[in-house]
């Protein structure tokens, strides 16, 4: 079987507080980011969102800071 799991909380990035929210699968599938197992994923900022996976990106990461955010959670969940 290969259930999603929703993972969330929030990372330190610089002097920014970005949450997330991630949609993870036990296996790697083509809808993944890099075909990995992360379907859907969104990091916000003072309530702005900053990056938006869904199946696609619908908002690539604005900043550096969210680039290190997205790097954190691909290591941890992709």
């Given amino acids: 079987s290969n259930k999603p799991m929703w993972s969330k909380g929030s990372i330190k990035v610089h002097n920014s507080i970005i949450h997330y929210w991630v949609k993870h699968f036990e296996e790697a599938s083509v809808y993944g980011i890099e075909e990995g197992r992360i379907s859907k994923l969104m990091l916000k900022r003072d309530g702005r969102i900053i990056a938006n996976y869904d199946r696609g990106w619908d908002v690539e990461p ?13 290591s941890k969940y992709n």
């Fill in 62 to 74: 604005v900043d550096e800071d969210a680039e290190i955010a997205l790097a954190i959670l691909m």
